[in-house]
């Protein structure tokens, strides 16, 4: 069966500190792999998401980025946090484009 | 421009009674749409899905209605119980898109 890991769960960092989120699925291949931020008592808003190796769309101008650098591997990094980066990260999964399956999330706390 | 909306942001209802979640969307491209429940903290998971070839789905006790013309789902939960007290959020996607567009969410309350 399908399982799909983050790390790390919570994380406090300052701002103007670098940030890097992993996701891994396993048990599939060739997924399409996303990237979510919730922001406290809003919605899931779509950051990226990849349908291969190394190809990356970019929903929203931020001060995010993405990488796919293995099949099963998605990173979301920063350069320099601000404290409007501070929210609940979500990777997800999908075949194609049908049901998407989440991880667990990371809670990021910019300070 | 908000294309999938969830217009209460909270609903209660009584254990044993039904809970009707709606979503509205505008994108008549949407084609496929997706139910979720959500603890806090925790990733989503996925409940039920309906595509736009059809206008009811079941799945024990959750019900997906779809009404393509006023561009209208709602999930009937029958009967609630106080487990499904959580955040529910809707999502839909347009065919060969690969992304969702999920609506701001509705949190559920079941009273015992």
């Known amino acids: 069966s399908q399982t799909i890991h983050q790390w790390p769960a919570t994380l406090v960092q300052p701002v103007g500190s670098p940030l890097s989120l992993e996701c891994t699925v396993e048990g599939t291949s060739n997924p399409n792999l996303y990237w979510y931020r919730q922001a406290a008592g809003r919605g899931l808003q779509l950051l990226f998401y990849s349908v291969g190796i190394g190809q990356i769309s970019s929903e929203v101008p931020q001060n995010l980025s993405a990488s796919r650098p293995q099949d099963r591997q998605f990173i979301l990094s920063s350069k320099k946090l601000l404290l409007s980066d501070s929210g609940f990260y979500l990777c997800?999964?999908?075949?194609?484009?049908?049901?998407?399956?989440f991880g667990p999330g990371t809670r990021l706390l910019v300070l | 421009d908000q294309q999938v909306k969830q217009n209460s942001p909270s609903l209660s209802v009584q254990e044993g009674r039904i809970s009707i979640l709606n979503c509205d969307y505008t994108?008549?491209?949407?084609?496929?749409f997706l139910w979720y429940k959500k603890y806090p903290a925790e990733g989503p998971t996925f409940l039920i899905s309906?595509?736009?070839?059809?206008d009811k789905n079941e799945d024990g006790r959750f019900t997906v209605f779809l009404n393509k013309s006023a561009k209208h789902l709602s999930l009937h939960i029958v009967p609630s119980q106080p487990g499904d007290s959580a955040v529910y959020f809707c999502a839909a996607s347009a065919s060969g898109t690969y992304k969702y567009i999920f609506g701001t969410g509705t949190r559920l309350k079941v009273l015992a």
């Open positions: 309906i595509s736009s070839i059809k």
């Open positions: 994108n008549s491209m949407f084609d496929y």
């Open positions: 997800a999964w999908s075949v194609l484009g049908g049901v998407q399956y």
